[in-house]
């Protein structure tokens, strides 16, 4: 016999017209959501081939449509270049994956699936195949439950894996904690993985590309075989990687390698003497650095106090000084076009009203990164700078934009007026430079994802083959006098 007993935390949830209503509205609400996402993703990329039919592919140019229409897309939403970039890469993959984009395009599935949908399915070269496996997924997305990213994953790679297994995309983890761990030895090689200050972790990255970059352009090795090569070479203290190019006569042998590493970083001098709290700001990699890393950094470092140029009369000449060039890189902290955000030590100094026009002077000076200054000479790109270091933008299509120092949160003191107002360059009786040329890029985007495309390929046909034969055991010798029972 069983007794009954009463329930005193259970809770019935109520079933009414409210209640169904609220629930509807979620649920057209997400639609509309997913419906919208598609709609920009699709206009993003149909900006695209507009551009590309108005200005042609331009693939050999350094600054190449591609880059011209991201920029275009990074000003106007307000993100950054990079997450432009991905922006475009989404929308034309709705392009490559039609059935999919239907779906996304209805709402039936969100950004982020489609996303992932798109990112697990890259690796696919045979048209076929993609169309295939396209048609599949769309069936299936659209029935999937709430399911956690990583199971997702999975649920797409079992279509990717029936139909192309070298197509399936290979995840390795990451160490959370905050230490370096070598792994097993594999096969002659052992992983390292280490989790760094940020001010360390920009001196390695800097020394690391000096090394790697210290061979010659033949040397048969990719960038990244290159900077792990350089890690062993810097365990040893050596000035340069040795080539492999296989040539005796090598010029790399005589190119000198950069000096000692150098980073920067701008702190309140309370700060730099540990009596702030306040954070400084480590220009080459556009990081936050806390006041008592600052303070332990300083006790090390070379310390450069700034000169305000607000009350110095104009440079004579075209290239900055010493000292007005770091006090512009201070005050700008990253590339001052909009939607940009590159470091600004890997900037150009760039004269807003062109020399000799407009003056060499900190109110007409900014950083732009190469990209973004190439944009400006070469894509129709006008700029106006205010006293206080300000930028006002004019882009194609009649779009305004301003863009403030990123001194203005963290070192507001430098934001202090230091010429008045510029005419534009639009405004000056001056001759254009007509001997400019787009510099040309060794590869184009479309060579660079194949050979990437093609290089994880066949990492992941090697990886499955391994198994495979490690699954099978080794083959019989062939002077066997046994043959096995088939």
Known sequence: MFGTSQLHDYFEPSDTAESRALLASIVASARAENQTAARRL???????????RERGEREDWAVDTWAAVGAEVSAALRVSSAKAGSYMNYGLAMKQLPAVAAIFIAGDIDVQMFQTVVYRTALITDDAVLTE????????????????RGRLASEIDRVVAKYDPDAVRRVRGKVRDREVVFGDEDRGCVEVIARVAATDA?????????????VCEADPRTAGQRHADAYGAMAISADRLACRCGDPNCSAACRPVSGPVVIHVVAEQATVEGRSDEPGYLIDADWVIPAEVVAEVAKGAKLSPLTHPADLAPERGYRPSRALADFVRARDLTCRAPGCDRPATHCDLDHTVPYPYGPTHAGNVKCLCRRCHILKTF????DTQLADGTVIWELPGDQTYVTT???????PSLMTP????LHRLADIDAPGDRTLFMPRRKTTRTQNRAKY?????????????????????P????NDADPPPF
């Open 42 to 52: 699709a206009a993003i990329s149909e900006l695209f081939e507009l551009r590309r």
């Open 133 to 148: 496996v396209d048609r599949r997924l769309a069936v299936r997305a659209a029935r999937w439950p709430s399911m956690t």
């Open 202 to 214: 920009e001196l390695f990255k800097r020394r690391l590309d000096a090394l790697a970059n210290s």
């Open 379 to 382: 894509w129709g790109w006008r």
């Open 418 to 421: 230091t010429l008045p107002p």
């Open 475 to 478: 083959a019989p010798p062939s």
């Open 453 to 473: 495309i093609a290089g994880e390929r066949r990492h992941n046909h090697r990886q499955r083959k391994g198994r495979h034969s490690a699954l099978l055991g």
């Open 405 to 411: 120092p990123g001194s203005a949160l963290l070192f």
